[in-house]
DNA sequence: TCCGAAGTAGACAGACCGGTCTACATTAAA
DNA sequence: TTTAATGTAGACCGGTCTGTCTACTTCGGA
């Protein structure tokens, strides 16, 4: 428990810190960059040239890869969704793979000092209206988590409604610990739960 | 139930159509056009350009009022926070003013064709990390939603705790709402809310 | 070696951004 | 009537924004 799982799958490498191995191709170290400034920072916030000098590219590499910055923003949200579902599943099997490895795999996230909530909640409510792709691809990304939850329940039980209602619950925990309360976020989050498999027990 | 009390308490008034009347003040004005345009495209995305026309003032007023940008996105955030919660009490009484009141009141937010989620979620995944304050902001709406909550439930359980899991519930509903799934929203709320129900019974 | 893909440096454009300022007009209260 | 508060019209500022473009270099595969 030492070394957490999300440090090595979740956290955008530094890019000086590569550039003295192998360098990433351009493509890739736009994609990363954009993806630490557009969670830490927000997306309007962060302007090209931003990018552009911490990718250590310049503009015509930028706009041969991504057209234009709203590609690069759905390319951001595909990139995110990928590390962050890949991280969440490995942590769940570190925890015994269960509804019950959900809370300390939402502790091990949310102690993270890069932390900043859902992406793609903060970017549906920046960019919600403006972009409806942005929309679009956070209900995707929220049915691939409830597919994943829906893998840690026993056969023996309304599974679709149940991960449907543990995804809110995680949701609900996910926007708490962002406004800066994340251990009553854990806590309501047990709770939930607890009141789902109570629940359960009864069906 | 036809005409909803959303309408009447979180709507702002169209300026064009109040300007037949009794003129607001220019704050009162700046104010309300701010709410619906920080609302519905987002806070950065919307210049003081935009509000100050819209409003019908001049900069000089506009910045007598809001000597920045920032105090102006409090301001939102603060008159926000009172017309939600006003209305949202008012509604919660018209459905019966206990815990099962929640849904239906959800419901008519959710369909109400202004609807962006929370204003508060929004902004803090938008402006979070910029300015502190929008998420000092966020946990005070939030506390207050609780203590709403809180008056809902029966004397003889953890009220304090309930309200904190149902309160989480309620986001969780939302943001789905938010991203497109209203229904599924209310129906995965409604679980959670049984599942606490289930919970209080055994205690 | 040649060629195309990919990359570099850096300048440019128009629009938008938040904020400052002058000069003048209106309104309400003393 | 006078004065202060409040409001108007509109110009201006420097900076940032997204995107376009020229000229040149590097790299890898045929």
């Keep these: 428990m030492e070394r957490s799982v ?32 557009f969670y830490r920072e927000g997306i ?28 690069l923003i759905l390319a951001f949200l595909d990139y995110r969704h990928r590390i962050w579902i890949s991280w969440f599943q490995d942590a769940l099997r570190k925890y015994g793979n269960n509804l019950l490895a959900i809370a300390p795999v939402l ?20 960019m919600g209206s403006s972009m409806p792709e942005v929309a679009q691809r956070t209900m995707q990304h ?3 988590l409830r597919e994943v939850i829906d893998g840690l329940l026993p056969e023996n039980c309304d599974r679709e409604g149940l ?4 995804a809110m619950a995680i949701d609900g925990a996910v926007v708490r610990a962002a406004w ?20 359960k027990a009864q069906t």
């Design 6 to 37: 999300y440090h090595v799958m979740m956290d955008t490498p530094s890019n000086s810190a590569v550039m003295d191995q192998t360098k990433p191709p351009a493509r890739e170290r736009i994609l990363r960059t954009a993806h630490t400034l």
């Design 163 to 166: 991960a449907g209602a543990v």
């Design 180 to 199: 800066g309360e994340p251990a009553e976020a854990i806590h309501g989050f047990k709770q939930l739960i607890e009141g789902m498999r109570c629940l």
């Design 142 to 144: 929220k049915a691939e």
């Design 107 to 126: 502790q091990e996230w949310f102690a993270n000092s890069a932390f900043r909530g859902c992406a793609f909640i903060n970017a549906l409510g920046e």
């Design 44 to 71: 309007r916030s962060t302007g090209v040239d931003r990018i552009i000098a911490e990718a250590g590219v310049t503009k015509v590499t930028f706009y041969r890869h991504f057209p234009s910055k709203n590609d």
